[in-house]
């Protein structure tokens, strides 16, 4: 069972920046999708960012351009992978969860389902 840990979370002031990352326990398999999602009290989940094993990219609408997604893999055994918040806004406040698939073909669900694996989360807290 691949665990998924989260950090970096915390408080910022508004039009600050954070770096969250997720890192994957190690697995013979190969992680091929990672994403961040996040969720606000009385909100629904919504996805942040996605990569693919390719690289390719997809980004909610609202963080389109402020948000950076990235990731490393170590050896194809540890799995890393980051989240860039720049810009922040109050709106952004949220707990970020990292989500990992073993299956490419799962990362652009338009449902959003598919993943193998949740972190536990991580806060963020935006100050106006």
């Known amino acids: 069972q691949v665990q998924l840990v989260e950090s970096g979370g915390g408080l910022v002031q508004a039009g600050g920046s954070l770096r969250l990352t997720c890192t994957a326990s190690?697995?013979?398999?190969?992680?091929?999708?990672m994403a961040w999602y996040r969720q606000a009290p009385g909100k629904q989940r919504e996805l942040v960012a996605a990569m693919n094993s390719g690289g390719t990219t997809k980004y909610g609408d609202s963080v389109q351009g402020r948000f950076t997604i990235s990731r490393i893999n170590a050896k194809n055994v540890v799995y890393t992978v980051y989240l860039q918040m720049n810009v922040l806004k109050p709106e952004d406040a949220a707990v970020y969860y990292c989500?990992?698939?073993?299956?490419?073909?799962?990362?652009?669900?338009?449902?959003?389902?598919?993943?193998?694996?949740w972190g536990k989360g991580t806060l963020v807290t935006v100050s106006t």
């Open positions: 190690e697995t013979i398999i190969p992680i091929n999708g």
């Open positions: 989500a990992a698939t073993h299956s490419d073909s799962d990362v652009f669900r338009a449902d959003g389902y598919g993943w193998d694996y």
